[in-house]
Each structure stands twice: as structure tokens, then as C-alpha cells.
């Protein structure tokens, strides 16, 4: 028995449809917790080592969630970005021991470490302006990405490098990270921070491989 053409295409629709639905189901994560790295005081604020508090602020800006609630040893705040749930958190523990409370926020909010935990941090190996997104690696020197690494037991965790230049010879590495950016850097991350913000939204879709390939370009050059 031949099925009429036109109730072929319409049970041809409702099994893609199905399928499709089913796709973006399994696709679709619980929640994300984002964590962006730094200092907590304003002694630190804009300095180069809390561009990841930059980005969380300007993150949430953008998704009107506040980020106020103290929890977790961070400041934290709950919303939706790019229609998944989320954890925006701010570590209050100083960079150096950033992963106690990243830790925290994973075993109480249970996500996957390796595709539901996203980190931001500063990267002295990138020119000011340029962003790297990266699925896992080592600290790179990193000692808040150390400390994180220390507690997850594993470096298998995305993360987003932003840019802020190798320090000037002779400078001593504390001095240069925890100093402001110049009037024309503060400039170019700013810039850069948008750009996170949107690669960001991507890896939160599961776009992890075309954020990568849309945002690990140079942008600036030295001169």
C-alpha cells in the first residue's frame, strides 16, 4: 500500500522534526558555570590580571544578571545566556587560590567539568586585543589556572586567554599583571572583551571548534 505524497511528506517532517529536536536536546547542557579570574578589592580593579572580572561584568551586562550574591568563596550571580542557564562567578579567594572556589561551585552545582565549566583568564603571552580560546592546556605559568588545575585534578576544562602583553624587560611579572593597562591598551581590551564575550556565547551552543576559528586571530601587532 502506497501512502498519498502529500502524507508521506508530512510523516517524512514529523520524524526530521523528532530527530532534530532529539539532536538539540542531547546537544543542550544543564548549566554552565563561567569564571572569570582576578583579584577581589578595588585595588585591583582594571588592573591586567582581572580582565576575567571584566568579562564576567560585561557578560552580564549584556544578559542583565546581576552578579552581587556571595556564595562558594565568589561573587555570583544566576541568569540565561544564549538560552542556556548559567553561573557567572567572580573568585574571592585571591588568583592564587582561585580553584577552591571553583571547586565549590562544582560539586554543588554538579556540571561536567570538561564541557560545562568555562575560565577566563589573563595571558601575558598574547598582545593586548588578541583572545585565545582553547579547549584544555596546562597553567602556562598561570598561578590562578595552576590552582584550578590543582583542584580539579586535571587541566581538561575550557578556558578563554585575553591578551595583556609580555611584561617590558626588566619589569618584575607581579608588578606588570597587577598594573593598569595604558590609556591605548585599556583601548584594544576593551575591544577584546566584546569579542569574549560573543566566543563565549558560542561555546556555551557547543560551537566550541568555530569560536576558536573565528576568534584565535591576531588583531594587533606590536610596534
Not at 502506497?2 to 538539540?24: D, F, I, M, S
Not at 569579542?195 to 610596534?223: P, W
Request: with cysteine.
Amino acid at each position: 500500500m502506497r501512502l498519498p505524497v502529500l502524507l508521506l511528506q508530512k510523516v517524512c517532517y514529523n520524524v526530521g522534526e523528532r530527530a532534530r529536536k532529539v539532536r538539540a536536546k542531547e546537544t543542550r547542557k544543564d548549566m554552565f558555570i563561567i569564571v572569570g579570574l582576578g583579584n577581589p578589592g578595588k585595588d585591583y580593579v582594571n588592573t591586567r590580571h582581572n580582565i576575567g572580572f571584566d568579562v564576567i561584568d560585561l557578560l552580564a551586562d549584556k544578559n542583565n544578571i546581576s552578579v552581587l550574591e556571595k556564595k562558594h568563596k565568589a561573587i555570583i550571580g544566576k541568569g540565561i545566556v544564549a538560552g542556556q542557564k548559567v553561573i557567572l562567578a567572580k573568585p574571592c579567594t585571591y588568583m592564587n587560590l582561585s580553584g577552591e572556589s571553583v571547586r565549590e561551585l562544582i560539586d554543588y552545582y554538579k556540571v561536567d567539568e570538561e564541557s560545562e565549566l568555562i575560565i577566563i583568564s589573563d595571558d601575558i603571552s598574547l598582545e593586548p586585543g588578541n583572545i585565545r580560546v582553547r579547549k584544555k592546556g596546562s597553567a602556562g605559568g598561570h598561578n590562578g589556572l595552576k590552582s584550578i588545575i590543582q583542584h580539579l585534578g586535571h587541566s581538561d576544562f575550557m578556558r578563554v586567554k585575553m591578551g595583556v602583553g609580555e611584561k617590558p624587560k626588566g619589569y618584575d611579572l607581579a608588578d606588570w599583571v597587577l598594573g593598569h593597562f595604558s590609556k591605548e591598551d585599556r583601548t584594544s581590551m576593551d575591544d577584546a572583551a566584546k569579542r569574549a564575550v560573543d566566543a563565549i556565547e558560542r561555546m556555551i551552543l557547543g560551537d566550541v571548534d568555530g569560536a576558536m576559528n573565528t576568534y584565535n586571530t591576531k588583531t594587533t601587532q606590536k610596534s
